[in-house]
């Protein structure tokens, strides 16, 4: 009431993929000025964290764009336009650098901020009328190691569990993941399902975070080995008879080259390249598997590394070996990291083609083409580059042409240096965003000023499958526009004959992708954004038949496997995969002692782009550091609040001193959100199925200055 709040409006909150539902306090003159959680929302039941507290001010904060831009060369100022030339110039430098180069010599970056009507349009006008095949989103530096693990084990992507499950689990390993500064609603609701049931925490990670401290176990691993620590432990549930013959029988393929693999690593080999003792290693084994119901979560422990997708696989191995699966508490779910990461593996394109349908499924084309009005011939027969490897190939000189649609490469991608020369060789680059003033707008010759957030109409998925609403609650500012207008003006530049619909409204893009959906996997032909809005979310599957019989969607958990062999494999099984352990990452030696880790802090978001403009966001963490352990300190004579220099093989970075047993003597940590700081160290070794990279395996030196 204090600040002149007149009307309340409802969102979903944009950061994390916890799926918080929002409220947004307008005041008189239409101004957003607070915010506040949902109290009847079963995500958050009422709390946010201290992002989504100030969320409101994101509307207003400095370096927003107004106006498109255009200029021959980066190196000259910048002129306003109007949005006609400015797509028509996307247009045509596209048209000509493939006629010239091929098709895919241009390239698309998108992100998991977008909401997925845009998702599903800008994967229509980039597979259906451009016509590249080099077409990625942020997400690989995310979960790819999730999708590609899943689609190994269970034969799609797809998290089975939900939050839910937190409230009938006897056991729980967290393995690379700290809930409390990641993910904190989710935090929230794991600890208040502990305090009710008294379950082990169980928490995997080499540094002592916040969940860490939090934890009854925490084994503090070395880096990279997070197979040894898995293959050990089924080593001791096979031995031990722990496991569950009846549903591996009943639902797996693969149990003897698994057990061949595992019978490799009893405990005490496992110790010594692990780093966790053997009777821990038991200890730990025995508490999950005889538990009635075990649940298991990670987010980019797991999965930023070159080990990310056998990492998952592993965590999918334990769970199906144990018979956790499909069954209330006994789960494996990743933590996805963005507030609509979701929405890009079930609906951009970027790994293939809308709802989980494949470019190498030649029914998939089909079905795709026709609904389209595409020849399925256009579209390619195997998906094409990602991120880090469309950037690779760009440093060469193959990709001549880049559209950035909301996200930051020369802050986000491991080893900035070797970015910033890639996006030198640009002949032609186009920047939307909300914001002009990012790092990669130095290198457009076009910006494009996009809404941002709850400017936008359209929907979200979240971690456990939930999709949520986001209404608009404001206007961009000056001429800017929601991404989906942004993405409609350039595909009718591009769809010249009118060949292709591109509906305007985003109710009308959902209801295309509900049919487009029906009878797959991921059906939501049962939602319309109104019983979305009305029910703070629906998780899919959610169908048409239940919507046509008055079924409700549960308020709760809903889990996509059973107990009986429902996997997507076509014999309705699970795979248990044997995991050889490899050393494909860098490790410290004599001339880079240090292990390099980086990651989140509770305050910012990403590269900064919003949260570093958000008042008490900003206060409470306005400059890089660097985790340091006091003994190592001590010996090199560095002081608390010292600037020292850390040197990778890549580059170095000038960053102050704290102190912390949280990081062991031979580790540094280093928060990634800040540009020209952990990303000019971190190392491009990519993960071999997911191309993830490993931002938190490298090596680096640390030098008092
Ligand atoms: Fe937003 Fe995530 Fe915080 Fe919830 S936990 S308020 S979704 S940032």
């Known amino acids: 009431a204090d600040k002149g709040v007149v009307a309340w409006k409802y969102a979903t909150c944009g950061y994390c993929s916890t799926g918080c539902s929002i409220e947004v306090g307008l005041n008189a003159q239409g101004k957003p000025v607070a915010s506040r959680g949902v109290a009847d929302a079963d995500v958050n039941r009422g709390k946010l964290c201290l992002k989504g507290l100030a969320e409101h001010e994101i509307f207003a904060a400095s370096g927003r764009g107004t106006k498109p831009l255009m200029r021959g060369h980066w190196h000259e100022d910048w002129q306003a336009t109007d949005w006609d030339a400015a797509t028509l110039k996307v247009r045509d430098e596209f048209r000509r650098i493939q006629a010239q180069y091929g098709r895919d010599s241009v390239a698309v970056i998108s992100t998991g901020q977008l909401l997925t009507e845009e998702f599903y349009t800008l994967g229509k006008l980039t597979r259906g009328l451009i016509g590249t095949n080099n077409y990625d989103g942020n997400t690989t530096l995310c979960m790819a190691s999730a999708v590609s693990g899943y689609k190994r084990s269970f034969g799609s992507d797809g998290p089975p569990g939900s939050y839910e499950d937190f409230s009938h689990t006897d056991c729980l390993i967290a393995w690379g993941s700290n809930l409390p500064e990641q993910h904190p609603i989710i935090y929230y609701r794991l600890k208040d399902a502990q305090e009710q049931r008294k379950f082990p925490l169980i928490v995997v990670d080499p540094r002592v975070t916040m969940l860490a401290q939090m934890a009854d176990i925490h084994l503090p691993l070395t880096p990279g080995t997070d197979v040894v620590l898995q293959n050990a432990m089924m080593h001791v549930i096979f031995k031990e008879g722990l496991e569950d013959k009846r549903y591996i029988e009943a639902n797996c393929n693969g149990l003897e080259a698994l057990k061949a693999e595992v019978a490799q690593w009893d405990p005490a080999k496992a110790a010594k390249v692990c780093g966790i003792d053997e009777e821990t290693i038991r200890v730990v084994a025995r508490l999950f598997a005889k538990a009635p119901a075990a649940m298991q979560i990670w987010t980019m422990g797991i999965n930023q590394s070159t080990h990310g997708s056998d990492g998952v696989v592993g965590i999918n191995n334990l769970a199906l070996i144990t018979g956790n699966m499909g069954k209330p508490g006994g789960t494996s779910l990743s933590i996805t990291g963005q507030c609509n990461a979701m929405g890009t593996r079930e609906w951009s394109s970027c790994s293939g083609l809308p709802n989980y349908r494949y470019l190498e499924d030649a029914q998939h084309r089909k079905e795709i083409g026709e609904a389209w009005n595409v020849d399925p011939e256009f579209f390619p027969k195997k998906v094409g580059l990602k991120q880090t490897d469309i950037f690779k190939v760009m440093e060469t000189g193959q990709i001549k042409g880049l559209w950035i649609v909301a996200t930051n490469p020369m802050s986000s991608l491991p080893n900035t240096a070797s970015v910033r020369r890639a996006m030198q060789q640009l002949e032609f680059c186009v920047v939307q965003d909300c914001y002009e003033d990012t790092e990669c707008n130095q290198y457009a010759h076009v910006y494009l000023p996009a809404g941002t957030w709850a400017e936008k109409d359209g929907v979200m998925t979240n971690t456990e499958r939930r999709i949520n609403r986001v209404t608009p609650l404001a206007v961009p500012p000056g001429q800017a526009k929601p991404d989906l207008w942004i993405f409609n003006k350039i595909a009718e530049k591009f769809n010249e004959d009118g060949r292709v619909n591109f509906p305007e409204k985003a109710s009308d893009i959902f209801l295309e992708m509900a049919r487009l959906s029906q009878g797959r996997f991921c059906d939501i032909s049962g939602m319309t954004h109104e019983l979305l809005e009305q029910r703070r979310g629906v998780q899919w599957p959610y169908t048409a038949e239940q919507a046509a019989r008055g079924e409700l969607p549960p308020v709760g958990g809903k889990r996509l496997y059973t107990q009986d062999a429902t996997f997507r494999f076509p014999d309705g099984k699970a795979k248990l995969i044997a995991l050889p ?37 900003n206060k409470f963490s306005p400059i890089p550091f660097v985790e340091l352990n006091p003994d190592t300190a001590a010996e090199m004579g560095i002081r ?7 040197v990778s093989r890549r580059s170095d970075a000038v960053v102050m001193a704290q102190l912390t047993q949280r990081v062991r003597r031979n580790m540094v940590f280093l928060p990634f959100h800040f540009h020209d700081c952990a990303n000019r160290l971190t190392i491009a070794l990519l993960d071999p199925y997911s191309r993830q990279p490993a931002f938190k395996q490298g090596a680096v030196r640390v030098e008092k200055i």
Do not use: C, I, M, S
């Open 581 to 617: 352990f490899v050393v494909n990452y860098e490790v410290p030696d004599e001339q880079y002692p240090f292990w390099l880790n980086t990651g989140r802090l509770v305050e910012h978001w990403h590269t900064r782009t919003k949260t570093g403009k958000v008042g008490n966001n």
């Open 640 to 646: 608390r609040g010292e600037y020292v220099r850390l």
